[in-house]
């Protein structure tokens, strides 16, 4: 298949659905479902998580191959540095290879106390993305993305460090970044721009979260420390304990959000679905509605 960015350039706005490992047997049937389900939107590719720390480093691996392998799919698989050596990583790239998956979405990871916790590279490890940039593609032909932060990542003094970061892992051969879950499409085109000012040409795509219950977003804050744009909360909350209500809302944000995006000329949509299909399914129909996609 031709690489991400290629796609990106060519066929319009990419659409991409984010997966991750399922830890039993009834949530992988469940995670089946979504893939069969959203492979009928076509979309430019499937991406697969990898859990804190590394921690599902073999579901990763062989989920993703199973997708690329099984399904009509383009796969892209996550990795990250924490707690892994540079023996280590090179055998899960390899891995990856031997499965098939040709793009990786290169990330340092929080550390191991969690976000808030100083960050402590692997004594034979590596201390930042950029760095897992240059390994992965000094390893083969891979299609490389990495993550933006919109919102400042907790670590950066600035959104002008972000924008630093992010035109360094450029630098060191990324191809495309993929943000966190958008909640201030202003804030987007903030870091957007300060990108393009570096002279910069990496595709920075939003990250969407369709939200369907009241818990998710506080589940965000807390595990990233990510800060949630007002009105986005705020809006969630007055649906309050009417969980279709909440849902309905949370589609509803999703399908303004993407919408603006697009008219600002972002260059696709990530969807991170949480393994679910029906949400995504209907931003996707509201778009469809609009002429969007
Ligand atoms: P970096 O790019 O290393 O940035 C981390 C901090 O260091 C930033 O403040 C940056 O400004 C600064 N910095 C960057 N480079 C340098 C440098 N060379 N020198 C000094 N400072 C520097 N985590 C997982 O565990 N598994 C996943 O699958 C996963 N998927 C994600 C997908 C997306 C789309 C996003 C947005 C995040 C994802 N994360 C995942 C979370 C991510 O690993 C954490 O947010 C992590 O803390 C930052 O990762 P990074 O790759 O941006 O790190």
């Known amino acids: 298949g031709r690489p991400i960015p290629e796609l990106l350039a060519e066929d319009?706005?990419?659409?991409?659905?984010e997966f991750m490992p399922p830890r039993s047997e009834r949530a992988e049937a469940v995670l089946w479902n979504s893939v069969r389900r959203l492979e009928q939107l076509h979309p430019t590719f499937v991406s697969v998580t990898y859990g804190a720390g590394g921690s599902t480093r073999d579901r990763t691996v062989r989920i993703t191959g199973r997708i690329e392998q099984e399904t009509?799919?383009?796969?892209?698989?996550?990795?990250?540095?924490?707690?892994?050596?540079v023996a280590e990583l090179r055998r899960v790239v390899g891995e990856y290879?031997?499965?098939?998956?040709?793009?990786?979405?290169?990330?340092?990871?929080d550390p191991p106390g969690g976000p808030a916790a100083p960050w402590i590279a692997h004594p034979e490890g590596l201390d930042h993305a950029d760095k897992l940039v240059s390994l992965v593609r000094s390893l083969g032909d891979f299609t490389v993305g990495v993550a933006a932060f919109p919102d400042k990542h907790p670590e950066s003094a600035s959104l002008d460090d972000e924008a630093d970061?992010?035109?360094?892992?450029?630098?060191?051969?990324a191809a495309f970044a993929i943000t966190q879950m958008i909640t201030d499409v202003d804030a987007y085109l903030r870091l957007r721009d300060l990108v393009d000012a570096r002279g910069c040409v990496m595709p920075v795509i939003p990250?969407?979260?369709?939200?369907t219950a009241v818990g998710q977003l506080q589940r965000l804050t807390e595990l990233n420390g990510q800060p949630l744009a007002t009105d986005v909360v705020s809006r969630i909350e007055a649906a309050g304990d009417d969980l279709e209500a909440v849902r309905r809302t949370g589609i509803a944000i999703c399908t303004e959000h993407s919408a603006r995006l697009l008219r600002e000329g972002a260059p696709g949509l990530h969807f991170m679905t949480m393994n679910k299909s029906t949400a995504t399914l209907e931003v996707f129909a509201n778009l469809r509605q609009s002429s969007l996609v």
Do not use: E, Q, W, Y
């Open 12 to 17: 319009g706005p990419s659409f991409s659905f």
């Open 72 to 85: 009509t799919l383009r796969t892209m698989a996550h990795l990250t540095c924490v707690g892994s050596s």
């Open 97 to 109: 290879a031997s499965v098939g998956i040709g793009n990786i979405l290169a990330l340092r990871g």
């Open 165 to 173: 970061a992010l035109a360094r892992k450029a630098d060191a051969g």
């Open 207 to 211: 990250g969407l979260l369709p939200v």
